[in-house]
């Protein structure tokens, strides 16, 4: 931080911080369905690996589909943001009294997207924790374009959405609480620097 006092400005303090870089959280729309269906076209990514032809289509019924965008910032903490999304998704389905999961690689949903080698890897990580959770999971392949359908349940809480952050960053959240109250009882010392040097 930087602090100025300016001379002969009625003792106005000028300070400038520089401001935290607001983070972009993996996003994620829920939907409460009826049925998602999916039909794989052509590659997205040049590196999206081959299908056979059975994972070309895909349907669930009766299930929480989840369009998940992975941002940037989960590149750093991919156990988190992993522990963090299964945590979220099994609060939702609960609500929700889903036991089936569709989770659906969704890119549009953010402005700084995650490259896709830990992007990918994160979709891995979560199929493979929602199944061990107990979850039948159908994962749409990732890198792919592909038409969908989707028939949305009417009540309530069929269609929300939730902003995800790695698990470790509620502690830095603190963090910075606990240094902004610790900032504020510090007794600060003014000095006034005259352009001669005095
Ligand atoms: N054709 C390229 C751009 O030149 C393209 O569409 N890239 S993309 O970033 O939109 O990703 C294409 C597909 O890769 C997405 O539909 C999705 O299946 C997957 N994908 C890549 N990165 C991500 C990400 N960070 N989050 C979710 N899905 C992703």
Same mark, same amino acid.
């Given at each position: 931080?930087?602090?100025?006092? +300016?001379?002969?400005?009625?003792?106005?303090?000028?300070?400038?911080?520089?401001?935290?870089?607001?983070?972009?959280?993996?996003?994620?729309?829920?939907?409460?369905?009826?049925?998602?269906?999916?039909?794989?076209?052509?590659?997205?990514?040049?590196?999206?690996?081959?299908?056979?032809?059975?994972?070309?289509?895909?349907?669930?019924?009766?299930?929480? +589909?989840?369009?998940?965008?992975?941002?940037?910032?989960?590149?750093?903490?991919?156990?988190?943001? +992993?522990?963090?999304?299964?945590?979220?998704?099994?609060?939702?389905?609960?609500?929700?009294?889903?036991?089936?999961?569709?989770?659906?690689?969704?890119?549009?949903?953010?402005?700084?997207?995650?490259?896709?080698?830990?992007?990918?890897?994160?979709?891995?990580?979560?199929?493979?924790?929602?199944?061990?959770?107990?979850?039948? +999971?159908?994962?749409?392949?990732?890198?792919?374009?592909?038409?969908?359908?989707?028939?949305?349940?009417?009540?309530?809480?069929?269609?929300?959405?939730?902003?995800?952050?790695?698990?470790?960053?509620?502690?830095?959240?603190?963090?910075?609480?606990?240094?902004?109250?610790?900032?504020?009882?510090?007794?600060?010392?003014?000095?006034?620097?005259?352009?001669?040097?005095?």
């Amino acid at each position: 931080m930087i602090c100025l006092h +300016v001379p002969g400005d009625a003792g106005r303090r000028f300070l400038f911080k520089s401001d935290p870089v607001p983070p972009n959280p993996m996003r994620v729309l829920f939907l409460h369905c009826d049925v998602l269906e999916y039909e794989v076209r052509e590659k997205a990514l040049p590196s999206a690996e081959d299908l056979p032809p059975e994972k070309r289509r895909g349907r669930i019924e009766d299930a929480l +589909v989840c369009f998940i965008s992975a941002e940037k910032e989960d590149e750093s903490d991919v156990e988190g943001i +992993v522990q963090e999304a299964v945590r979220n998704i099994e609060e939702v389905a609960a609500q929700v009294k889903a036991t089936r999961v569709a989770i659906y690689p969704y890119a549009h949903l953010s402005s700084s997207l995650a490259a896709s080698g830990p992007a990918k890897t994160i979709f891995a990580l979560l199929e493979e924790r929602l199944r061990k959770s107990g979850f039948q +999971v159908l994962a749409s392949p990732f890198g792919y374009y592909k038409s969908f359908k989707v028939s949305v349940k009417r009540h309530p809480l069929s269609e929300l959405s939730r902003e995800i952050h790695p698990a470790s960053a509620a502690t830095a959240k603190d963090d910075v609480s606990e240094a902004v109250k610790a900032e504020q009882k510090l007794v600060s010392e003014w000095f006034i620097l005259e352009p001669n040097g005095d």
